[in-house]
T-cell receptor, first 113, second 117 residues
Framework: LAKTTQPISMDSYEGQEVNITCSHN???????ITWYQQFPSQGPRFIIQ???TKVTNEVASLFIPADRKSSTLSLPRVSLSDTAVYYC??????????????FGTGTQLKVEL | NAGVTQTPKFQVLKTGQSMTLQCAQD?????MYWYRQDPGMGLRLIYY???????DKGEVPNGYNVSRLNKREFSLRLESAAPSQTSVYFC????????????????FGEGSRLTVL
């Protein structure tokens, strides 16, 4: 079973708010939820991380309901430069204390004028 | 700080040749990872190392070997390269938020683009 499920793609226009939801039904008690942004030919870049409720930084907000089985990345007033693939990631603790971090398929966000 | 450094950035191999991708991080992180990303696809975990001296298989370990040389360095070796291993390889490192809480904050290198003919 995949650890995370996201929409494959989303389209938006400049200036709009974009919300990308990720499902992670099997999240463990000690897992954070982390979102990354990836541009072509680059490694993913950290956007935001949270454990519960709401987290906000200078680029995004992250909403996590009480059951933590999903999370929503909110990008306010997107611009063309926000066109990228967005991944949500939760960890998987394995024997020995390792943190097996596997990515899902990601969401391709396309922002148009 | 340089962060995560990968070498080489580009490499072309013939089928059956071997090579090693090098990765080093200067953030004193315990955990290190190797991912591959095929064109238009997501990242797939090859191997990871939770701490110095330990390595574990990820989603797609076949055809690869790894060595966690020390806390800073984590290398990925292709013993007999195949065209199916043509991909971009990313090394990453991370640290746990605490002794009991995981963290998914990964710091990535710039990638190594490998072509196997």
């Amino acid at each position: 079973l995949a650890k995370t499920t996201q929409p494959i793609s989303m389209d938006s226009y400049e200036g709009q708010e974009v919300n990308i939801t990720c499902s992670h039904n099997n999240i463990a008690t000690n897992d954070y939820i982390t979102w990354y942004q990836q541009f072509p030919s680059q490694g993913p870049r950290f956007i935001i991380q949270g454990y519960k409720t709401k987290v906000t930084n200078e680029v995004a907000s992250l909403f996590i309901p009480a059951d933590r089985k999903s999370s929503t990345l909110s990008l306010p007033r997107v611009s063309l430069s926000d066109t990228a693939v967005y991944y949500c990631l939760v960890g998987e603790t394995v024997t020995g204390g390792g943190n097996k971090l596997t990515f899902g398929t990601g969401t391709q966000l396309k922002v148009e004028l | 700080n340089a962060g995560v450094t990968q070498t080489p950035k580009f490499q072309v191999l013939k089928t059956g040749q071997s090579m090693t991708l090098q990765c080093a991080q200067d953030m004193n992180h315990n955990s290190m990872y190797w991912y591959r990303q095929d064109p238009g696809m997501g990242l797939r975990l090859i191997y990871y190392s939770a701490s110095e001296g330990t390595t574990d298989k990820g989603e797609v370990p076949n055809g690869y070997n790894v060595s966690r040389l020390n806390k800073r360095e984590f290398s990925l070796r292709l013993e007999s390269a195949a065209p199916s291993q043509t991909s971009v390889y990313f090394c990453a490192s991370s640290e746990r938020a605490s002794s009991t809480m995981n963290t998914g904050e990964l710091f990535f290198g710039e990638g190594s683009r490998l072509t196997v003919l």
